[in-house]
């Protein structure tokens, strides 16, 4: 039995395990006839399965297909450039990478396949810290999609609670009552909300409800532990020291950092600091909001930190703020519905000088609870409160929970 045949049989078991009917939203955005396509996302999103459910879809068992995972040891031994011209020799046509981010140099071997072979490459990893660092060199070759956690409206979804469109962000200020009476003929939404909360933004809590905070843990781990020593040659023994700052976004207040005296307590240097806050926020364990639009590297100075979703904070801590959970989540639903919109700069949401944030550079928004006024925000345009424990608003005052049903 040779080699190919090993991943083919591999395959064909994994396929009879995948269900195609329910899909994460980045299925439908995907242009899924380009050359090369590379999707990345944190661990437990479903990247993996976004790519089995389109073999299984388009290829099902054919062996002009196939899926391998670079993290096997079989590639330790092997040219993955190699391997996959002898698979186009015999016939191959697309062939699925997963983990590409555990390969060394793997941005070469992909530019090298591309460039001299016909084969059509779909390509995820885990690791955005590691593919940053390489991704360069694909720029004219590669389509780049990033897959978010779980949106709201796709845990209704993936529970199978009840079905919605997502809405776009425009409907959602503009049109906020109509689109909410909408969802609350079908359901109850603060039923569901706090539930998600909790533990609903990876899929994984459909199967494994029980250990949903020790997968959420690892995942945390795996970053801090591997993913980030690997990729920047942090001391290990500073990884403690940036487990409390992850544990810090996840107990206090949105953060307001002062990067001097976070320096000194870590004992690195501002700059590496800065540095390690790119990483994390590249890793999906940190969101980043400025007060000003910027480009996608190390920023001066991060104008405010939060955890990357509420599930993090949950797993870390249960007596996390409310205020910081509420807005932690409309940080993260903003950042997400925008991933993949393209743009030179980083402005779906900023800080705002009255207000807490400026919205795709037009809307200002408070958070707040129920009973949250207009007062900081009074005589302001295009000004909304965002306001949690409501199922409908009414003028300028929108549930925070319609800003899940983004994607």
Excluded: C
């Excluded at 299925?27 to 996302?41: E, F």
């Excluded at 190390?298 to 990357?308: I, M, N, T």
């Amino acid at each position: 039995m040779d080699d190919f045949t090993i991943f083919f049989k591999e395959q064909k078991r994994t396929l009879k395990r995948v269900i195609r009917d329910k899909k994460r939203y980045l299925y439908k955005q995907i242009s899924w006839n380009d050359r090369l396509i590379l999707i990345t996302g944190q661990r437990g999103v479903g990247k993996t399965t976004l790519m089995f459910q389109h073999l299984k879809e388009n290829y099902k068992n054919s062996p002009k297909a196939l899926y391998i995972s670079v993290d096997n040891p079989f590639f330790k031994t092997i040219s993955l450039y190699e391997f996959a011209l002898d698979f186009e020799k015999r016939g191959g046509e697309i062939l699925y990478i997963d983990e590409i981010h555990k390969y060394r140099d793997w941005a070469s071997h992909i530019k090298s396949i591309y460039d001299t072979s016909s084969l059509k490459l779909i390509v995820s990893g885990s690791s955005m810290i590691q593919i940053s660092k390489q991704e360069a060199d694909l720029s004219r070759r590669v389509k780049h999609y990033r897959l978010a956690n779980l949106s709201f409206r796709e845990y209704l979804y993936f529970l199978n609670i009840a079905e919605f469109e997502s809405f776009k962000i425009e409907d959602i200020f503009e049109n906020h009552i109509e689109v909410a009476s909408a969802v609350i003929d079908k359901i109850k939404p603060l039923e569901h909300f706090q539930n998600y909360i909790e533990y609903g933004a990876y899929p994984f809590v459909i199967e494994e409800p029980d250990s949903f905070y020790h997968y959420v843990i690892g995942i945390i781990n795996q970053i801090l532990e591997v993913d980030l020593p690997y990729s920047t040659n942090i001391n290990f023994s500073k990884i403690d020291k940036i487990k409390k700052l992850i544990y810090l976004l996840s107990t206090s207040v949105p953060l307001k950092p002062n990067i001097s005296k976070l320096a000194s307590a870590i004992e690195i240097s501002r700059p590496t600091l800065l540095e390690y806050l790119h990483y994390l926020e590249l890793g999906s364990l940190v969101n980043v909001v400025n007060q000003n639009a910027r480009g996608y590297g190390v920023v001066s100075k991060p104008d405010k930190l939060f955890a990357y979703n509420t599930n993090i904070i949950r797993a870390i801590s249960q007596n996390s703020n409310i205020g910081t959970m509420r807005e932690t989540f409309f940080v993260n639903q903003i950042k997400s519905s925008e991933y993949n919109k393209p743009s030179l700069l980083d402005s779906a949401i900023l800080l705002s000088k009255a207000g807490d944030f400026k919205v795709v550079d037009r809307y200002i928004v408070e958070i707040g609870g129920k009973n949250k006024s207009f007062k900081q925000i009074a005589d302001m345009p295009n000004s909304f409160v965002v306001a949690d424990d409501i199922e409908v608003g009414f003028g300028n005052k929108v549930p925070l929970w319609l800003f899940g049903f983004l994607y």
